[in-house]
């Protein structure tokens, strides 16, 4: 008989995830489908960075690392954490990690006991309830509201805490709606943060994919340093999906606690990939044309999409997604997406795959050719103007 711990980290929204599969299972088969579903980067990772990952398995880099992550690796992280936050951050800070999804496994395993309450924003990253399900851990959703650009309110967040609450969870840009979280929402968090001595997790991967005005981390604001864990990840910034790197930046004494989680878990990260992960950050390789590239194809989509009569553009403005309010022209965004799939070959995610809050929402995935982008978005202007 297992755990009832581990029979209870089901994915969440598991229904509108079945468009995406079918249409997965109908294109490996032949059909001609456009994945517009996908959160994966439609290319390679940098040649740079291989050709330093075949370097560093040819010099013999085959061995286990520290469990914090090689010191080289964990001040290069730092200094790019520095870089972003505009806070002055040291290798004690950071703890490398396989991937942003460990840091996040590990923030809220150092910050909740079983039984401990946390608040997580919606719309939300799939994997955000299991996450805590896997530490015992309570959560109260909390809808950051379309009309509000997916933008959480303050009063909202408190008035969903409880006695035994010792975190909220955000994630800016964001996924799936591509909100970047303005200094007012910060602010309105930080300060519930300060007064209730909560601890923040600030899901950060798309650090490198900001709105306009560039990255604004809460770390950043009066008096969060010492109680924020920002999740970080190469995963998105350097075209790195697969190499599992990433990394937590917070308070040294309780990154000297996670180490021992490493120690249980991972056993640290992969020798070569970090080798070839600490060149990559200390020569930035690929994350400005990844940016440019992000900033262009979404830019050119929503030229397409804003002229459409139905279809309202909400949030939208950095990370690697678009949320198009959908609701005009059809109320069940799952049947939008079933419909937009049959008759256009288009795939994209039902906006209620991820909360309540998107529901009447479609997800689309900026990880497309610029010509497969434009293409759909006519596709999505034939299909709305068929279904008005
Ligand atoms: N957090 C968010 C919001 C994501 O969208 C993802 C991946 O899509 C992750 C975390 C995990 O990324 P990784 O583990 O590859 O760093």
């Known amino acids: 008989e297992h755990s009832a711990r581990i029979g209870g980290i ?42 330093a990952c075949k370097a560093a398995l ?9 469990l914090p992550g090689l010191p080289a690796l964990r001040v290069a992280m730092a200094k790019v954490s520095t870089r972003c936050t505009g806070v002055e951050t040291s290798a004690a800070e950071v703890i490398a990690t396989p991937g942003g999804q460990l840091a996040l496994y590990a923030a809220v395993q150092g910050t909740l006991d079983p039984g401990d309450h946390a608040i997580v924003v919606a719309p939300y990253y799939a994997t955000y309830p299991g996450t805590f399900r896997a530490a015992g851990a309570a959560f109260t959703i909390v809808e950051a509201k379309a009309e509000n650009g997916f933008q959480p309110l303050a009063a909202d967040i408190e008035a969903a805490m409880r006695d035994n609450t010792k975190a909220i969870l955000i994630n800016t840009p964001n996924n799936p709606t591509g909100a970047v979280y303005s200094r007012q929402t910060l602010e309105g968090i930080a300060d519930i943060c300060r007064r209730h001595d909560l ?6 991967v798309y650090w490198s994919l900001p709105a306009d005005g560039g990255h604004l981390s809460p770390r950043a604001l009066p008096g969060m340093a010492e109680r924020t864990l920002v999740v970080n990840s190469m995963s998105k910034s350097h075209g790195m999906t697969g190499w599992r790197i990433g990394w937590l930046t917070g308070p040294a004494d309780m990154i000297v606690l996670l180490v021992n989680l490493n120690l249980v878990s991972t056993y640290g990260l992969n020798d070569f990939a970090s080798r070839a992960a600490i060149e990559a950050l200390e020569n930035d390789w690929g994350v400005a044309e990844i940016a440019a590239l992000y900033h262009r194809r979404r830019e050119a989509f929503l030229d397409h999409v804003r002229g459409m009569n139905g279809i309202r553009v909400r949030g939208s403005e950095g990370g690697m997604y678009v949320m198009l309010d959908i609701s005009a022209i059809e109320p069940d965004c799952e049947a939008f997406a079933w419909a937009f ?10 906006g209620s795959s991820f909360g309540e809050a998107a529901r009447g929402h479609i997800r689309i995935s900026l990880c497309q050719p610029e010509p497969v982008l434009a293409e759909a978005a006519e596709r999505l202007k034939r299909f709305v103007l068929g279904h008005r």
């Not at 109908?26 to 959160?39: T, Y």
């Not at 799939?341 to 039902?350: G, I, Q, R, S």
Request: aromatic share 8%.
């Open 199 to 204: 601890w923040l997790i600030s899901d950060e």
């Open 341 to 350: 799939l049959e008759e256009e070959k288009v795939a994209v995610m039902p």
């Open 58 to 66: 040819d010099a013999g880099f085959h061995h286990y690392t520290q």
């Open 10 to 51: 089901t994915p969440s929204g598991k229904d509108g995830w079945e468009v995406h599969f079918t249409a997965m299972t109908r294109k490996q088969a032949g059909e001609d489908i456009m994945m517009l579903s996908v959160g994966d980067h439609d290319f390679d990772t940098p040649k740079e960075t291989v050709e």
